[in-house]
């Protein structure tokens, strides 16, 4: 089982910054890695598939990469809308599909 | 507009089955694209894959769940299911039924929360 580690637990980011999120893949997953956004209450939502191909939909502010064992997330110009958590999730090697803990990022 | 739907008991009693459907509205559950699936969410915590079902039926279960997981679909009603046998505690969970296209989960369902309970 391909086991995903997400960092950091918590990223706290003023609205209008940065973010960038962390996911490593125990063992290489190629670029068979998804990212998702969940916020309170809701299902979550695909953003990234591919390491780095966005969804339908999703704004062009978020940006996946990496391949291999190492990915980034990141969102260029946080909106108040972005505040939530998200999770990274390997399709390289399954069952089982994994994903990591997830990433909580809130408002600093 | 794909959209599906989870439904079945709020409450399972310890050691008995839990049982879920997801219809599907808005696609074709037969389409050669697309694994239907479950995955689940323990109140608090992360997602775990339960398992995958191609419209033919082939399967694919997380090893961890895999004896006590049955996945069946039923094309003719556009609905496919989950059914979990001698569930614990450790079972409650919000269950959401999903689509899988290119090994991403780019549909979900609004999400069922089973509580394992007497």
């Known amino acids: 089982e391909v086991l995903m580690t997400q960092s950091p637990a918590t990223l706290s980011v003023s609205p209008g910054e940065r973010a960038t999120l962390s996911c490593r893949a125990s063992?290489?997953?190629?670029?068979?890695l998804a990212w998702y956004q969940q916020k309170p209450g809701q299902s979550p939502r695909l953003l990234i598939y591919?390491?780095?191909i966005r969804a339908s939909g999703v704004p062009a502010r978020f940006s996946g990469s990496g391949s291999g064992t190492e990915f980034t997330l990141t969102i260029s110009s946080l909106q108040s809308e972005d505040f939530a958590l998200y999770y990274c999730?390997?399709?390289?090697?399954?069952?089982?599909?994994?994903f990591g803990q997830g990433t909580k990022l809130e408002i600093k | 507009q794909l959209q599906l739907q989870e439904s079945g008991p709020g409450l399972v009693k310890p050691s008995e089955t839990l049982s879920l459907t997801c219809t599907v509205s808005?696609?074709?559950?037969?389409?050669?694209?697309?694994?239907w699936g479950w995955i689940r969410q323990p109140p608090g915590k992360g997602l775990e894959w339960v398992g995958s079902?191609?419209?033919?039926?082939?399967?694919y279960y997380n090893p961890s769940l895999e004896s006590r997981v049955t996945i069946s679909i039923d094309t003719s009603k556009n609905q496919f299911s989950l059914r979990l046998s001698s569930v614990t505690a450790a079972d409650t969970a919000v269950y959401y039924c999903?689509?899988?296209?290119?090994?991403?989960?780019?549909?979900w369902g609004q999400g069922t929360l089973v509580t394992v309970s007497s």
């Open positions: 999903v689509r899988r296209e290119w090994g991403a989960f780019d549909y």
């Open positions: 808005g696609a074709s559950i037969s389409s050669s694209s697309y694994y």
């Open positions: 079902i191609y419209y033919y039926g082939s399967t």
């Open positions: 063992q290489s997953v190629s670029s068979y």
């Open positions: 591919g390491a780095s």
């Open positions: 999730q390997q399709y390289n090697s399954w069952p089982p599909y994994t």
